[in-house]
Protein backbone atom coordinates (compact mmCIF):
# COMPACT_ATOMS: atom_id res chain seq x y z
CA UNK A 1 0.00 0.00 0.00
CA UNK A 2 0.84 3.38 -0.87
CA UNK A 3 -0.62 6.32 0.46
CA UNK A 4 0.54 10.20 -1.60
CA UNK A 5 0.08 13.24 -1.03
CA UNK A 6 1.01 16.09 -3.70
CA UNK A 7 1.55 20.05 -2.56
CA UNK A 8 3.16 22.75 -4.40
CA UNK A 9 0.08 24.13 -6.43
CA UNK A 10 -0.74 27.61 -6.77
CA UNK A 11 -1.46 31.03 -8.92
CA UNK A 12 1.04 31.67 -11.03
CA UNK A 13 1.53 33.77 -14.16
CA UNK A 14 2.08 32.87 -17.68
CA UNK A 15 5.52 32.22 -18.13
CA UNK A 16 6.46 31.57 -14.67
CA UNK A 17 7.56 28.41 -13.07
CA UNK A 18 6.70 25.60 -10.26
CA UNK A 19 7.32 22.77 -8.68
CA UNK A 20 5.41 20.32 -7.31
CA UNK A 21 5.97 17.43 -5.37
CA UNK A 22 4.86 13.80 -4.29
CA UNK A 23 5.13 12.51 -0.78
CA UNK A 24 4.54 9.14 -0.62
CA UNK A 25 4.10 6.93 2.46
CA UNK A 26 4.12 2.99 2.86
CA UNK A 27 6.82 0.80 1.59
CA UNK A 28 8.86 0.09 -0.94
CA UNK A 29 8.23 3.49 -2.58
CA UNK A 30 11.40 3.05 -4.84
CA UNK A 31 10.39 0.16 -6.21
CA UNK A 32 6.81 1.58 -8.15
CA UNK A 33 7.36 4.05 -11.72
CA UNK A 34 5.80 7.26 -10.43
CA UNK A 35 3.58 9.60 -12.61
CA UNK A 36 1.90 13.20 -12.98
CA UNK A 37 -1.26 13.01 -14.80
CA UNK A 38 -3.56 16.61 -14.89
CA UNK A 39 -6.89 16.80 -15.58
CA UNK A 40 -8.40 20.34 -16.45
CA UNK A 41 -11.88 21.62 -15.80
CA UNK A 42 -14.05 19.69 -18.76
CA UNK A 43 -11.22 17.70 -20.07
CA UNK A 44 -10.06 13.89 -19.31
CA UNK A 45 -6.96 13.38 -16.93
CA UNK A 46 -4.22 12.83 -19.04
CA UNK A 47 -0.68 11.96 -18.91
CA UNK A 48 2.37 14.24 -17.69
CA UNK A 49 5.19 12.68 -17.07
CA UNK A 50 6.65 9.55 -16.20
CA UNK A 51 10.14 8.14 -14.38
CA UNK A 52 11.54 4.86 -13.58
CA UNK A 53 12.40 3.29 -10.37
CA UNK A 54 15.66 4.04 -10.27
CA UNK A 55 14.80 7.71 -12.18
CA UNK A 56 17.52 7.08 -14.66
CA UNK A 57 14.46 6.99 -17.25
CA UNK A 58 11.92 9.14 -17.91
CA UNK A 59 8.62 9.96 -20.42
CA UNK A 60 6.86 13.13 -21.07
CA UNK A 61 3.78 14.10 -22.79
CA UNK A 62 4.31 16.28 -25.86
CA UNK A 63 2.86 19.51 -24.69
CA UNK A 64 5.07 19.49 -22.03
CA UNK A 65 8.58 18.67 -23.39
CA UNK A 66 11.14 21.07 -22.74
CA UNK A 67 9.31 22.57 -20.14
CA UNK A 68 8.75 20.10 -17.87
CA UNK A 69 11.12 17.59 -15.62
CA UNK A 70 10.49 15.17 -13.66
CA UNK A 71 12.70 13.64 -10.72
CA UNK A 72 12.95 11.51 -7.23
CA UNK A 73 14.25 11.38 -4.09
CA UNK A 74 14.06 7.33 -2.88
CA UNK A 75 15.61 8.53 0.03
CA UNK A 76 12.86 11.36 0.78
CA UNK A 77 10.37 9.14 -0.74
CA UNK A 78 9.18 12.02 -3.11
CA UNK A 79 8.82 12.60 -6.52
CA UNK A 80 8.89 15.86 -8.34
CA UNK A 81 7.83 17.85 -11.05
CA UNK A 82 9.55 20.98 -11.82
CA UNK A 83 7.23 23.02 -14.24
CA UNK A 84 9.00 25.82 -16.04
CA UNK A 85 7.39 28.70 -18.93
CA UNK A 86 3.86 27.61 -18.01
CA UNK A 87 0.83 28.42 -20.32
CA UNK A 88 -2.64 28.99 -19.13
CA UNK A 89 -3.67 25.99 -20.66
CA UNK A 90 -1.31 24.36 -18.36
CA UNK A 91 -4.22 24.61 -15.91
CA UNK A 92 -5.51 21.81 -14.31
CA UNK A 93 -5.65 19.41 -11.23
CA UNK A 94 -2.11 17.75 -10.91
CA UNK A 95 -1.92 14.18 -9.70
CA UNK A 96 0.98 12.02 -9.28
CA UNK A 97 0.26 8.34 -9.11
CA UNK A 98 2.13 4.59 -8.40
CA UNK A 99 2.47 1.89 -11.06
CA UNK A 100 4.19 -1.54 -10.01
CA UNK A 101 3.55 -2.78 -13.85
CA UNK A 102 5.75 -0.12 -16.05
CA UNK A 103 6.53 3.25 -17.24
CA UNK A 104 3.19 4.34 -18.90
CA UNK A 105 0.97 6.80 -19.72
CA UNK A 106 -2.33 5.10 -19.21
CA UNK A 107 -4.14 5.95 -15.81
CA UNK A 108 -5.63 2.48 -15.77
CA UNK A 109 -2.21 1.13 -15.26
CA UNK A 110 -1.58 2.99 -12.08
CA UNK A 111 -2.38 1.38 -8.63
CA UNK A 112 -2.33 4.62 -6.37
CA UNK A 113 -3.29 7.93 -6.77
CA UNK A 114 -3.07 11.18 -3.82
CA UNK A 115 -6.07 13.65 -4.31
CA UNK A 116 -4.12 16.26 -6.44
CA UNK A 117 -3.03 19.77 -5.99
CA UNK A 118 -4.64 22.75 -8.64
CA UNK A 119 -2.50 24.71 -10.89
CA UNK A 120 -3.36 27.98 -12.34
CA UNK A 121 -1.86 29.76 -14.84
CA UNK A 122 -3.16 33.21 -15.53
CA UNK A 123 -2.44 35.02 -18.62
Known amino acids: QVQLVESGGSVVQAGGSLRLSCAASGRSFSSYFMGWFRQGLGKEREFVAG????????RYADSVKGRFTISRDNAKNTVYLQMNSLKPEDTAVYYCAASNVGLLTTSDRYNYWGQGTQVTVSS
Open 51 to 58: ITWTGSGT
